[in-house]
């Protein structure tokens, strides 16, 4: 009998496991659907444009390979590429596919919308901007060196975004990923990463005109430009720009006048093949205020966000700006921050910086109490939120177990107490889901942390010892 297109690629994701890394398999080839067979081509259904590009690039050879190994030699693989993001609807009317090696057979078939350019725009306005007798333009692009690629650590929660980025920077307006858009909570890396992506451009084409602004710049020039009459001027300058970086679009929620000159700037460019970079709190799909025409421009690129670091995120990040700065820092008060603040980077780096501070102005030895301080006061202030890494952290510390453990799947008895205690204090003191609790220990879903919780209540009521366990964690857990 015939395989089905599960079952051959299955088959496929055999080999590919054993191939590359865990980690690549995870992001890479996890994701990725099959679609069906026919006639030895297998279809196979990838999250995004950016994402075909980089299997392309990275795991061509691989994939001939085990297609080959699959289906005999003539066997084939086509991609169906979702474009807007929606990537688990099947009705999806965006649906392409192109045969594996033939980047060119794509095409963003949202893109020959039509672009209406109608604004008020006459050649004649002399440009204030523009010197005169000179192609380039004047322009300061904002960049701080310090927000650069080496500067920013990698990891699992930024991987896309900062790949998408580095390749866009390669290759300005020329990748599928424009515009390309960056969201997440605030003080994750978004501004930090648009500056880097600008100051790679700027290394790699000198020539090129990079401007980065914030929306509340943008939104006071044209102002402006209204007020002193020069909106066509306004208008010109924004279009000369060959990468605009405009930083915090849902500040332009509700402005309807800033959004529809922004509008016409976007399609300007985007048209002539100029790279846009966006940066916004939330995905084009659930910003507010916004005009319909404008979201699903955004929609057009690629949109990639920034989650929360994980702990060994954390830990590089701290290194790296202890590093940048010359100073030092014991390994348990670094490893103690990369635990304590887990939501915000911008918490972590004031955190770090106020432990330094008042070490130097009080000549006190840095060490986990001043850290405890410190992070006391500094985080008091920004609300405090235990995380669960942090009480997974403490759990374990307490019973001396490695906390790697929590996420096995091993039923040892002291394990899944551990495991047990961590989803009891993790409801407790966070405001996690029990379903993300559970994700988060050990993969289990919400009906297993809802019964660890009840145990645990049941135990503390029976079991004198384990009721002390349970009392001295809490302390441990609220110093
Ligand atoms: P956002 O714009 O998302 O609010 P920022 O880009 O301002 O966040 O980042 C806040 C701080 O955290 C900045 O000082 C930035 O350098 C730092 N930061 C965030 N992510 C990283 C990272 N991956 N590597 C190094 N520093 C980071
Ligand atoms: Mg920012």
């Not at 289906?71 to 084939?76: Q, T």
């Not at 904002?142 to 690629?149: G, T, V």
Request: some cysteine; overall charge neutral.
């Amino acid at each position: 009998m015939e395989n089905t297109h599960s079952e051959v690629w299955e088959n496929c994701l055999r080999i590919i496991r054993d191939n590359i890394s865990y980690q690549k398999f995870k992001t890479w080839f996890e994701p990725i659907k099959p679609v069906k067979l026919e006639d030895n081509v297998l279809t196979i259904q990838v999250p995004s444009q950016f994402f075909y590009e980089w299997l392309e690039e990275h795991y061509i050879t691989l994939l001939k390979k085990t297609i080959k190994n699959e289906l005999g030699s003539n066997g084939r693989l086509e991609y169906s590429i979702v474009m807007d993001g929606s990537y688990d609807n099947a009705n999806d009317p965006y649906t392409v596919t192109a045969p594996t090696g033939n980047k060119k057979a794509l095409k963003n078939p949202d893109v020959s919308m039509p672009i209406d350019l109608n604004q008020g725009k006459s050649k004649e306005i002399p440009n204030p901007f523009i010197i005169p007798g000179l192609k380039k333009i004047n322009v300061q692009s904002q960049l701080i060196e310090n927000y650069s690629f080496d500067n920013f650590v990698e990891g699992d929660c930024n991987r896309l975004a900062r790949s998408a980025g580095y390749a866009v920077a390669q290759n300005p307006g020329k990748t599928a990923f424009n515009p390309l858009f960056i969201y997440s909570a605030t003080g994750l890396g978004k501004t930090h990463l648009v500056h880097a992506i600008g100051i790679e451009v700027k290394n790699n084409f000198p020539d090129k005109t990079v401007l980065y602004v914030t929306t509340e710049q943008f939104m006071h020039q044209f102002v402006d430009a209204v007020r002193n009459n020069n909106h066509n001027d306004f208008i010109h300058f924004y279009q000369m720009i060959d990468v605009l970086i405009i930083d915090d679009i849902h500040g332009l929620a509700g402005k309807e006048k800033t959004q529809n000159v922004f509008f016409h700037i976007f399609n300007h460019l985007h048209q002539k093949g100029k790279q846009l970079i966006i940066t916004s709190d939330k995905p084009p799909v659930e910003l507010k205020g916004m005009e319909q025409r404008l979201l699903s421009r955004f929609k057009w690129g690629l949109a990639a966000d920034l989650q929360i670091p994980d702990f060994d995120t954390r830990m590089g990040i701290i290194k790296k700006k202890l590093y940048n700065d010359g100073v030092e820092m014991p390994a348990d008060v670094i490893e103690y921050l990369a635990y304590s603040i887990s939501t915000n980077v911008r918490e972590l780096e004031g955190a770090m910086v106020s432990i330094l501070a008042q070490s130097t102005l009080n000549k006190k030895a840095i060490n986990l109490d001043l850290a405890r301080q410190m992070i006391d006061k500094f985080v008091k202030n920004t609300s405090k939120e235990i995380s669960i890494d942090f009480i997974q952290k403490i759990v374990c510390d307490y019973f001396n177990l490695p906390v790697d453990m929590i996420n096995s799947k091993t039923r040892k008895r002291e394990i899944v107490q551990a495991r047990q205690l961590a989803m009891f204090f993790a409801k407790k003191h966070t405001k996690s889901s029990l379903a993300t609790i559970g994700l988060h220990c050990g993969n289990k879903d919400h009906a297993t942390v809802l019964h660890a919780c009840r145990t645990v209540i049941n135990l503390i009521e029976t079991d004198k010892q384990f009721r002390n366990y349970v009392e001295d964690l809490e302390k441990k857990i609220k110093i």
